[in-house]
């Protein structure tokens, strides 16, 4: 059974940083494209950051271009979501997500809340 262990959210003040990790139980994610997601309360989950599976390209949304950054270790097994200048609306619970390339096959994580305070 693949379990997906999100942890690192938290509090923090506006302009501050956070790192969530995602960890992988029993297997690493070679050829999965990794990813998160956030869902703030009485929205619609929206996509936040992709690393590809080749670990080559990274893809992020226009909202937290240049302040996130996605990245992995080398076994594939836990994806990080590095988070600087946050703001008031960063705040969401943070969702971790893998997907094998070119097929239908993900798993997600159960979350971890990021609140920003202003």
């Known amino acids: 059974q693949v379990q997906l262990v999100e942890s690192g959210g938290g509090l923090v003040q506006a302009g501050g940083s956070l790192r969530l990790s995602c960890a992988a139980s029993?297997?690493?994610?070679?050829?999965?494209?990794m990813s998160w997601f956030r869902q703030a309360p009485g929205k619609e989950r929206e996509f936040v950051a992709r690393?590809?599976?080749?670990?080559?390209?990274?893809y992020y949304a226009d909202s937290v271009k240049g302040r996130f950054t996605i990245s992995r270790d080398n076994a594939a097994t836990t994806v990080y979501l590095q988070m600087n200048s946050l703001k008031p609306e960063d705040t969401a619970v943070y969702y971790c997500?893998?997907?094998?390339?070119?097929?239908?096959?993900?798993?997600w994580g159960r979350g971890t809340q990021v609140t920003v305070s202003s």
């Open positions: 690393l590809r599976w080749s670990g080559s390209s990274t």
């Open positions: 997500n893998v997907a094998l390339y070119g097929t239908t096959l993900e798993y």
């Open positions: 029993g297997r690493a994610f070679s050829g999965y494209d």
